[in-house]
């Protein structure tokens, strides 16, 4: 194989990044995002799309599924594989910023753009790194997919009503803060039962209600958006399923707190 045929780590490293954000059944030449990246990259669109092939015959999940993807993984695509698992966080960085060189664009506007798309607002109050917003808006990008933009348990599919609710919450585990198997897409409403323990998941994927949410089972509104959840499962994402012990640090530290 010629030297110019060989991929690069940045070209690796963004076929990953796009892996993580894309549903698998996606991967094909009609796919704009696709497009998009082989542009960026200066890759043949076959060539990328048979790269995403490669990196799904790594992914646990698939292999669990029996889908093999294709089977031609380079050494360079295991060992990047290997850092995107063992550090989510700095690995999403790294392709954000060398997504945003490539496009020409400060990644700081950058940045600024994805949260203006998700967030519907402009002038934010709380002032934040560029490395924690790049990961927080990867984990958003990430856990959406994961669950097929819809909300994990209502099932609402509108994007600026949902958020990438975290199990162990930002500030109480570093390691995992980028970590999707650490994320529940949930609509507005049970994101914030969730964060304040009112609601849980337990280790069977089903919804649970705290003592302090049912004390207000007489009040119309328990009927309506939280009376009918109890032990109801928890829709399936697509490729990372909440860790059990991501779920029984919730239950024991926040949930009915």
Known sequence: MARSDLWTREQTILAFNLYYKIPYGSIDGR?????????????PLGGLGRKMQNLASLD?????????????CSKLDEEIFDEFVNNWEALAIESERILAEKQGV????????EEQEWQGKTGKNVVRSVNVRIGQNFFRSVVLNNYNSKCAISGIDISQMLRASHIIPWSKEERHRVNPENGLCLSALYDVAFDQGFIGVNTDYKVILADKLKKRKRETYFQEHFGKLDGVAIRPP???FPRKEFLEFHLDNIFNK
């Open 60 to 72: 646990p999940v698939h292999k669990a599924r029996g889908i093999k993807g294709l089977t031609h």
């Open 106 to 113: 400060p990644l700081e506007e950058k940045v600024e753009k």
């Open 238 to 240: 697509s490729k990372f």
């Open 31 to 43: 796919n704009p995002k696709l497009i998009e990246l082989a542009k960026i990259i200066d890759r």
